[in-house]
């Protein structure tokens, strides 16, 4: 089986920092793409940043200049620091694997969330 947890969630005051990690654990073959989504209350779920296995990086126009990516493939792990938050970056934040199990079929697995707060 395969499992994410994610952790380094919490409360900061607007204009404030976080760093949230990820590790992807289990019987992992290989893991292509890693991203971050998060669901704030009363929304639909939405798509943060992503990261392939090379590195390359895409972001919400929301988050761009604010947040980064990044990975370490060996590892299994997937970090999202966040810089200059807001309180609309107040959020459930998920991360997503797309990965290949060992013996098995590719598919996504998601952790099971973190709560960040972004409030005075």
């Known amino acids: 089986q395969v499992q994410l947890v994610e952790s380094g969630g919490g409360l900061v005051q607007p204009g404030g920092s976080l760093r949230l990690s990820c590790v992807a654990s289990?019987?992992?073959?290989?893991?292509?793409?890693m991203a971050w989504y998060r669901q704030a209350p009363g929304k639909q779920r939405e798509l943060v940043a992503t990261i392939t296995s090379y590195g390359i990086t895409t972001y919400a126009v929301s988050v761009k200049g604010r947040f980064t990516i990044s990975r370490d493939n060996a590892k299994n792990t997937v970090s999202l620091q966040m810089n200059s938050l807001k309180p609309e970056d107040t959020a459930v934040y998920y991360c997503?694997?797309?990965?290949?199990?060992?013996?098995?079929?590719?598919?996504?697995?998601w952790g099971q969330g973190t709560q960040v707060t972004v409030s005075s």
């Open positions: 997503k694997a797309n990965l290949r199990e060992l013996g098995g079929s590719r598919g996504d697995y």
């Open positions: 289990g019987s992992i073959f290989s893991i292509y793409s």
